[in-house]
């Protein structure tokens, strides 16, 4: 053909008008089977997720709860478990064969190591001196077997599916699971479980996992009898521990603790501890003494009658008092001896605390019974929202009593911030008076004065003062009021006799000597916490 020459058109395609469409190839149906037992992978992923971050969860709120100082644990915990992750996700690469076999050995491994790792530092903490060895090996181990789980399961699930689906619907399960741990864990496993059989309780969902797994994995198995078997022997012993747990974790208290444990309880909010002895009985919050019945009338006299008297010395009543935390009901039963008192209103977090010391005939025969007192008002609430709230912010009291744990953690010592005590000088009334227990200045002494500073800072004026309480030793106190303050030198009246305070007594306590003077500290803010750290670097060299 010549270029000149025209060419021809190509021949135009037939337009269907009539007779049925073309047949369009159908993508090949996944069989029920298959679809099932793929959903059922994709629901282990859920499981493994929840479990993985409840772990983690758990040696956090257990290392807080032994060591304090919740923020450094939760981050050097965190840290350890997510930097073991990876490691185990880089060991998986050398699994060669049997890549679905592995799976479930990491998964009873998993169930027996996670499942143990509460109980295990229970009694690590009671017996070794070695415990944060222990901890951050427990730590490494979970956390090595949880991070190789995900990619062997990737590399079971992906002739099921392409890449980016495997990686999309892993990846989008495995997150929700961690969100499902990481609600389950405050709002039901720690409250109605405890740590000990909580962790009992995810071991043995791991070991349920894993024998499941073994059917659902059957054809990349050679094998599951002895799998079935191993998986088998640790959910038995796991179901055994979570049938014994309240027997594991008081033996593993009773090294903790001198005495005889009565009482144990795990709240959403703290252990409570109850001991024991010959002659006398103690309450513990998470580890920490709260009182000894032997002495705690020292504690709570010291706490209460010098604000009391400051109030009698200018001629003024105290009719109409606010409590913060002293949920035993020791200061409330002290403020009940003041002849005209009306009323007092006690806020405090645990509602299990305040029930324990109504109803429990130990706690309560040593408050005297004061939450029956008509005069007594209950709230239960953060005293640090209470404060806050715009409901509250019309009540006037004449006394303030602060009797807030000591500020081993960051959740505690927003409660010796400016801002607690600029709402707390907003809540007395004229002539008004903030009594703040201050920790020891003997023992922890620029904790002390960061309290006492901290309140000045806050507009108030301090008297610092201190008491021998032998359970605690040398404590510390703070009266602060708005304009000038003077130390009482008499003490007020009293329907009961007072026990360790008379006139000169009370003057004494507001000479520190040298040893428990003053230093140069930072105040105590929200937003620098610097109390925390003062607390943690005093205490650490007596503890």
Known sequence: MHASEPREAAPRPIRRIWGPPPAVPKEPVEPPARKAAVSLLLLTVLVIATCGLVYELLASTLASFVLGDAVTQYSTVIGVYLSAMGLGAWLSRYVNEAVARTFVDVEISV????????????????????????????VLVIGALVGMEIPLLLRILRER??????????????????????????????????????????????????????????????????????????????????????????????????????????????????????????????????????????????????????????????????????????????????????????????????????????????????????????????????????????????????????????????????????????????GGVLVVQSTSPLFARRSYWCIARTIQAAGLAVAPYHALVPSFGEWGFVLAREGALEAPTTLAPSTRPRRALDDASLRALFVLGPDMGAEPVEINRLDNQVLVHYYEEDWRKYL
């Open 111 to 138: 169930a027996l190591v996670g499942g143990l790792s509460a109980p295990v530092l229970f009694f690590a903490f009671a017996h070794l001196s070695w415990f944060r060895l222990a901890l951050y090996l427990v």
């Open 161 to 430: 599916f392409e890449f980016r689906d495997l990686v999309a619907r892993v990846l989008t399960v495995d997150y929700l699971g961690a969100l499902v741990g990481s609600l389950a864990f405050p709002i039901f496993f720690v409250p109605k479980l405890g740590l000990v059989r909580t962790s009992l309780v995810i071991g043995a969902i791991n070991a349920a996992v894993a024998i499941t797994s073994t059917s659902l994995l059957r054809g990349s198995l050679r094998s599951v009898t002895g799998l079935r078997v191993r998986a088998g022997i640790v959910l038995g012993v796991l179901i055994a521990g979570i049938v014994a747990a309240d027997r594991l974790t008081l033996l593993a208290e009773d090294g903790m603790y001198a005495d005889e444990i009565v009482y144990a309880k795990q709240t959403p909010y703290q252990r409570i501890v109850i001991t024991r002895g010959k002659g006398s009985f103690q309450l513990f919050l998470s580890g920490n003494l709260q009182f000894s019945s032997a002495d705690e009338y020292r504690y709570h006299e010291a706490l209460v009658w010098p604000a009391v008297s400051v109030r009698a010395r200018d001629g003024l009543p105290t009719r109409d008092v606010l409590v913060l935390g002293g949920g035993d009901g020791l200061a409330v039963r002290e403020l009940l001896r003041v002849p005209e008192l009306l009323r007092v209103t006690l806020v405090d977090l645990d509602p299990a605390m305040t029930r324990l010391a109504r109803t429990m005939p130990l706690l309560r025969a040593q408050n005297e019974g004061a939450f029956d007192d008509p005069r007594v008002h209950v709230e239960t609430a953060d005293a640090y929202v209470w404060l806050s709230d715009p409901v509250n912010a019309a009540k006037r009291y004449d006394l303030v009593v602060a009797d807030f744990p000591d500020p081993n953690h960051y959740a505690l010592g927003k409660l010796y911030t400016t801002r607690i005590y600029r709402w707390m000088r907003e809540h007395l009334s004229g």
